[in-house]
């Protein structure tokens, strides 16, 4: 009978992730704890590195459909970071850490206005609108500097009504200077005024869409009319959430690779102020990686070197000995990686989160779950098995400040492109060092391209997942990372398996139609 007083329901982690199964995120439930906090009271602040924490648990990957300059800048912005991929040239990588360091935060902001030089001509924005289903004619604003990019002196705006004027006559060659509205006949919003302010100059002109310019003239961005009413002041962010450095200036993370070329990358980086740099690779436990770990914290020691992936506790530790800052962890977990289908290697990312975590909390290295994340649940799941963050394709992909131009399918649904970096359209554009595969004759893939829909702006996605984070918290009773990883270790979050039948009852079922909303 003592034993059945003593009695207590479900499992720890330790006895789950030794059995000789591999978990992923949907095998695996937690037990409710007491409740004795508000769900407000969770912090979810953490580290991403040694030296780098973050707000908020989330960051982009560093994939060529996912972050560039506009998601690294948005991510950082809402307390995250974000991670520019690779899949370029040195310059157009360099650049992209330029454009997002520039950026000064302006509730409101458009990220990806199309910005154009004064020799540019219309013939160019038309060019620059294919893809974008404007009929023959219909030009967007087009805001000119003196660069022809974001951050370069403003010098005016084009808009549909400038070029109707030029009606009867061969538009093509005509130059965007000729055309313009110039910057002083202009309504511009300063980059520090506030939401009311910014509300009232756009009713007084009248404007879809103002320019937000810096105290040198430099625009930073576009302040839409639609966004204000539709997505950024519907869930704010505070004050002092926002991921900066020591400069005040937003952190940023690159992807790098293990080549010697890549070497001459990171330095562009650092001349640009990059924070942060993910060893890319699907197999990260190399001589390769290894090697370029060292290399880094002899020649650049204040920068953070992120390695992986790895799903094992051996694989981790040896990236830890050579001088690891943090951890990435998953392979073949992600929604368009095939890796597992395709070589037989990888693990659960439940498990593999398990495992790593518990080694590298022993040398104070903080893991990045990456890959497998559908949902908020996933995250609350990552975190609570070791993870210090969670890091998201899929859920970014197909968002406004995503990489790409939105497109319409036949059947009128509003997508982008989403493509995993094993693909072969990927690979073909350089990728395939990732997979170390660059010099095979024939190239395997180990992911697919496709499409997602339109998500929005993640200035509402980052908000809601971590509202849905700290509820979860609450439910099993952590009121900080550090406390779930505390209750994972002293055994006190319990948890279980799930069948198949139990996962199909724990979502939406029995339903002759429903709506699903996230908020």
């Known amino acids: ?18 059995k000789g199964y591999t978990y992923t995120y949907d095998d695996i439930i937690f037990h409710p704890g007491h409740i004795d906090f ?35 800048a948005a991510m950082a912005l809402q307390g995250g970071m974000g991670f520019i991929h690779y899949n370029c040239t040195v310059e157009e990588q360099a650049a992209m850490v330029r454009q997002a360091k ?5 509730t409101g902001s458009a990220f990806e206005p199309l910005v154009l030089s004064a020799d540019a001509t219309l013939g160019q924005v038309e060019d620059e609108c294919e893809g974008l289903g404007l009929s023959a004619g219909k030009y967007p604003t087009v805001l000119v500097t003196e660069t022809g990019e974001l951050g370069g002196k403003l010098l005016g705006l084009v808009t549909t009504s400038d ?28 980059a ?39 997505q950024l002041f519907k869930y704010p962010t505070p004050m002092g959430t926002a991921t900066v450095n020591k400069e005040g200036k937003l952190c940023i993370g690159c992807a790098v690779g293990t080549r010697e070329n890549d070497k001459v990358r990171l330095e562009a980086l650092v001349k640009e102020g990059v924070d942060a740099v993910i060893l890319d690779s699907s197999q990260g436990d190399s001589v390769y990686q290894m090697e370029m770990i060292k290399y880094i914290k002899k020649s650049f020691p204040d920068l953070q070197v992120i390695a992986g992936n790895v799903v094992t506790s051996r694989q981790a530790e040896r990236l830890i000995g050579v001088g690891a ?42 893991v990045i779950a990456d890959g497998g994340i559908q949902n908020s649940g996933h995250i609350t799941k990552a975190l609570a098995l070791g993870a210090s963050t969670v890091m998201c394709g899929s859920m970014f992909a197909g968002t406004a400040e995503a990489p790409g131009r939105y497109m319409m399918t036949e059947d009128g649904v509003r997508v982008k492109l989403y493509r995993g970096m094993g693909s072969l359209d990927a690979m073909k554009k350089g990728s395939s060092t990732r997979y170390l595969g660059e010099s095979q004759r024939i190239q395997i893939a ?50 279980e398996t799930r069948s198949g039948a139990a996962q199909h009852e724990g979502g939406i079922h029995d339903m002759h139609s429903y709506t699903k909303k996230r908020w």
Do not use: W
């Not at 003592?2 to 789950?16: M, Q, S």
């Not at 070029?163 to 300063?190: F, I, P, Q, W, Y």
């Not at 980052?462 to 990883?485: E, S, T, W, Y």
């Open 192 to 230: 520090t005024e506030g939401e009311e302010a910014v509300r009232a100059k756009l009713a007084s002109s009248k404007k879809g869409r103002l320019p937000v310019v810096g105290e040198d003239g430099a625009l930073v961005g576009v302040v839409e009319r639609g966004l204000l009413k539709d």
């Open 325 to 366: 800052d943090g951890l990435r962890v998953g392979m073949g977990s992600g929604s368009i990686c095939t890796t597992q289908e395709v070589c037989a290697v990888g693990r659960g990312q439940a498990t593999a989160v398990y495992h790593t975590s518990k080694l590298a909390a022993e040398h104070g290295v903080p």
């Open 1 to 18: 009978m003592a034993d059945d007083n003593n009695y207590v329901d479900g499992f720890t982690g330790l006895t789950i992730f030794t």
């Open 446 to 495: 180990q992911g697919v391209s496709g499409t997602v829909k339109d998500k929005g702006s993640v200035r509402n996605l980052i908000p809601f997942f971590a509202q849905a984070v700290k509820q979860g918290f609450q439910d099993f009773g952590a009121k900080d990372v550090k406390m779930a990883h505390g209750m994972l270790g002293d055994g006190s979050l319990r948890m």
């Open 163 to 190: 070029v109707d004027m030029l009606a009867g006559k061969s538009t093509a060659e005509v130059k965007l200077g000729e055309v313009m509205t110039k910057a002083g006949d202009l309504v511009t919003v300063s």
């Open 38 to 72: 508000a769900a407000h009271d969770v912090n979810l602040k953490t580290q991403l590195t040694k030296g780098i924490s973050l707000s908020v648990p989330v960051v982009s990957s560093p994939m060529d459909t996912v972050t560039g300059a506009e998601m690294a």
């Open 102 to 106: 520039r950026y000064v935060p302006c």
